[in-house]
């Protein structure tokens, strides 16, 4: 990642939350043009175009924040990035803003691994334990692993818990291995 990245991420968080704004909407709509911005080559190709003038890739802008109705505060985030010729970075931009604003909402990410898929209820329950285990806030991702036999293994940050069937053969085998 460019440390350039960082900077405009870093910025836009402080900016958030210094005018107390919704972070959740600006999410939404953050989610909402980044959809744009993926789905249309178009569209891409003409924002990172050294061609078009910037004033034009701005009026583009403009047409789409009137249908998109984004905040003030992240169409000019979008503005900066065209106007400083970093538009073609937004997606790493919004990412590293996500991380940041996370960071200082005191919630950690963590990777639930399973042997199964799990229902709404399922992956709910177990995300509240793992936010318990954590000792805060988790904003959990789900991932499914049949080689684990059953179980979860979870991941926040650098600390693993392996609770999976497979973690306690492997343990059960070292054990008898070594004899204890």
């Known amino acids: 990642m460019p440390a350039f990245v960082s900077r405009y991420a870093t910025a836009f968080a402080e900016v958030v939350t210094a005018a107390k704004l919704d972070t959740a909407a600006i999410d939404r709509q953050l989610t909402d043009f980044l959809a744009t ?15 078009v ?13 009137a249908k998109m109705e984004l905040q003030k505060e992240l169409r000019n985030l979008i503005a900066v990035l065209i106007h400083n010729d970093r538009i073609g970075h937004v997606s790493e931009v919004a990412a ?29 329950n177990l995300a509240a334990e793992v936010a318990k285990l954590a000792g805060s806030r988790v904003d959990a991702t789900f991932k499914l692993d049949k080689s684990i036999l059953g179980g979860t293994v979870v991941r926040i940050g650098s600390t693993v818990y392996d609770g999976s069937v497979r973690g306690r053969l492997e343990r059960l085998k070292e054990a008898l291995v070594s004899g204890q």
């Open 37 to 51: 911005w993926n789905g249309s080559r178009e569209l891409r190709e003409f924002f990172v175009n050294p061609a």
């Open 53 to 65: 003038p910037n004033a034009q890739k701005i009026a583009i802008l403009d047409k789409l924040n």
């Open 96 to 124: 590293a803003y996500r991380k940041i604003l996370q960071e200082q909402l005191g919630i950690r990410p963590a990777e639930i691994t399973t042997a199964r898929e799990l229902g709404t209820d399922e992956r709910n």
